[in-house]
Nanobody, 122 residues
Framework: QVQLVESGGGSVQAGGSLRLSCAASGDTYSNYQMGWFRQAPGKEREWVASINTGGVTVYARSVQGRFTISRDNAKNTLYLQMNSLKPEDTALYYC????????????????WGQGTQVTVSP
């Protein structure tokens, strides 16, 4: 099992930047595929980006070119660098982990953090 704790959320104005972190503990972090998801009030949870154990990344079209997912296996930490933020990026952001790559893309990962709030004002 792996435990996940997100941090780094906050309130920013449109055009600003934030860096989210997801600290993992428990099982061997480097064995896990990782992903970021978000959920805005009244909306379904949405996939944002994923990174596999080899460092290959994929992004949702809505964040491509603005967000960067990365991982530091020595620190057992996942990151999401968010630039050029827009009001529509406002959501609760979650990190997710699973051995199965497909699960961290489609949102059925076994392990989830509690989330960190990102609010972007116009």
């Amino acid at each position: 099992q792996v435990q996940l704790v997100e941090s780094g959320g906050g309130s920013v104005q449109a055009g600003g930047s934030l860096r989210l972190s997801c600290a993992a503990s428990g099982d061997t972090y480097s064995n896990y595929q990782m992903g970021w998801f978000r959920q805005a009030p009244g909306k379904e949870r949405e996939w944002v980006a994923s990174i596999n154990t080899g460092g290959v990344t994929v992004y949702a079209r809505s964040v491509q070119g603005r967000f960067t997912i990365s991982r530091d296996n020595a620190k057992n930490t996942l990151y999401l660098q968010m630039n050029s933020l827009k009001p529509e990026d406002t959501a609760l952001y979650y990190c997710a982990a699973d051995i199965d790559w497909r699960k961290v893309v489609i949102g059925s990962a076994d392990y989830w953090g509690q989330g960190t709030q990102v609010t972007v004002s116009p």
